[in-house]
């Protein structure tokens, strides 16, 4: 069974869309999204520097259109299960047919400039802890004020707070943790902080139009498959506080039966914990267009089966 997956923010690096431009039609799409949401997504994608990138309000309908243009270059594909991490979600809920490209593209872009509005209220931000226990990291988190917001699975949780909390973490390293890691994100997103942002997304939820999924979707708040499209975009709004469980949707995948994990444009981090948390299961990751025909292949593969 194949599970086609959307990394979240922190993904992105400078230039990364430029290879994606020689793919026919590609630019021409990003610009008719980029006129649709008041964002140059072609300039972003492809000449902006990793400061102008990491602003929350450009990076996340960048991620967006990246693993949308690169779900689209694998051709008429119809994985067993969906699911994307943190913003990915957004990408799954586009490719499973929830949401247009369009809708999914102006929700997000909402999204983005919420979260960059509650972001500036305190400075916050967000730390990857490498190694430890749950039991021991997570009650160290609670006593320095930290939220885990997403707990990835794989040994690696990462914490968000205050740029006080965050330099206390750093002094004092939960027993276990080898190294925490700054994140290139420019909030404490799934966190407290970002309560201003969730009104403004259940605002703009009412207007959108909603479909019920295509393929069986995993929503990252619980690991747990969800069946009605008004279901998972309530799941949508109220994600921006509250944490990503990515460990729990690894172990749905492996529920489930998963055998292959495909990871949308820019992949990498979510391949990267599959390895570790999900041993025996095949995975490519969609960095260029030259890892395309791997994962056609092992799509090809699966289909066959």
Known sequence: MLVLVAPGQGAQTPGFLTPWLDIPGAADRLAAWSDAIGLDLVHYGTQADADAIRDTAVAQPLL????????????DISPGAVAGHSVGEI????FAGVLSEEAALGFVRKRGLG??????VTPTGMAALLGGEPENVLPHLEK????PANVNGAGQIVAAGTAEQLAALE??????VRRVVALKVAGAFHTHHMAPAVAALDEA??????????????????GKTVATGQEIVTRLVNQVSNPVRWDLCMETFKDLGATALVELCPGGTLTG???RAMPGVKTVALKTPADLDAARALIAEHASA
């Open 64 to 75: 967006v259109a990246a693993g949308l243009l690169s779900a689209s270059a694998l051709g």
């Open 91 to 94: 990408t799954a809920t586009a």
């Open 115 to 120: 979260m960059a509005e509650a972001a500036a």
């Open 144 to 147: 320095l004020g930290l939220t």
């Open 171 to 176: 002094a004092d390293k939960p027993e276990g």
């Open 205 to 222: 939820a009412k207007s959108l139009s909603i479909a019920d999924p295509k393929v069986t979707y995993v929503s990252n708040a619980d």
């Open 273 to 275: 914990l599959a390895k």
